[in-house]
């Protein structure tokens, strides 16, 4: 028995290897006539390409999901994984810009990311990708894609652990079952590493707003469009609020929680 379960691992492991070598020579062609008919076409389909990742400690099919603006399930079946789990070190295909419809656009005064989400029901994350961008920072002239206006999945946003974190208020905070955080997050126990990602499921909001300040030090002040609201934020970090008073930020929150500011 246990000499027929180890054939039937080789074999699938030399199919796995035969799939993702044919893959890799077809991405090569793909990822080349994509990158001519940006250049060329002011209005065209983006060709499917797939991205090399190396995973990394805290990863998670639902995180590597919701940076490359794809889902689980396109992850699994790129690679042929038949379970969620993954582990440090391993190799993923993480597809992208696959069938998006993309247009060029010259950006306007005024234009930021935010706004040109907003505008095309996309993501700040996504439109940074698309264009390889380091930062949020446009300018005025600058060429961009632009996704075609597409219904967008509300799967969730990342959550950086900080000091005094525990899985519990995290949960609690966002108004997600601790359970369903965990399984989530593929977490096996509630211990929790400061500077960890955890991907909070569910929809968030997203708004550009003012910083006002810390109202104490659970909760902060912001100002949009004349008016104010305010969010919880984890203890001991209301101060770098205060700090950073009267900046302009991309509010992403929750459960009237903040997730992140940048």
Same mark, same amino acid.
């Given at each position: 028995m246990d000499t027929i379960q180890k054939s039937r691992r080789e074999r699938i492991s030399i199919e796995k290897k035969k799939a993702l070598k044919q893959r890799n020579k077809k991405l090569t062609v793909a990822t080349t006539i994509g990158a001519m008919s940006a250049l060329l076409l002011t209005n065209g389909a983006a060709r499917a390409c797939s991205a090399e990742?190396?995973?990394m400690k805290h990863d998670t099919l639902y995180s590597l999901a919701k940076k490359y603006d794809v889902t689980v399930d396109q992850i699994k079946e790129k690679n042929l994984l038949t379970s +969620?789990?993954?582990y440090t070190g391993q190799t993923l295909l993480v597809p992208h810009l696959e069938k998006h419809d993309v247009n060029q656009y010259s950006v306007q005064r005024g234009d930021t990311l935010y706004s040109l989400a907003k505008r095309y029901n996309t993501s700040i994350a996504y439109l940074k990708q698309l264009n390889k961008l380091n930062s949020d920072q446009i300018k005025l002239g600058q060429t961009l894609l632009i996704p075609v206006?597409?219904?967008?999945s509300n799967m969730g946003e990342l959550y950086t652990v900080v000091p005094g974190d525990t899985l519990w208020g995290v949960a609690h905070r966002f108004g997600v079952k601790q359970e369903f955080l965990a399984k989530s997050n593929n977490l096996k126990m509630d211990?929790?590493?400061?500077g960890q990602n955890l991907f909070i499921p569910g929809k968030a909001e997203v708004t550009e707003a003012e910083i006002i300040g810390a109202s +104490?030090?659970?909760?902060?002040e912001f100002k949009e469009s004349g008016k104010t609201f305010t969010l919880k934020v984890p203890y001991g970090t209301s101060s770098y609020y205060q700090d950073n008073s009267g900046r302009i930020v991309t509010v992403i929150h929750k459960n009237g929680a903040v997730i992140s500011a940048n």
């Open positions: 990742y190396t995973v +969620d789990k993954i206006e597409q219904n967008k211990m929790l590493l400061i +104490d030090k659970f909760t902060v």
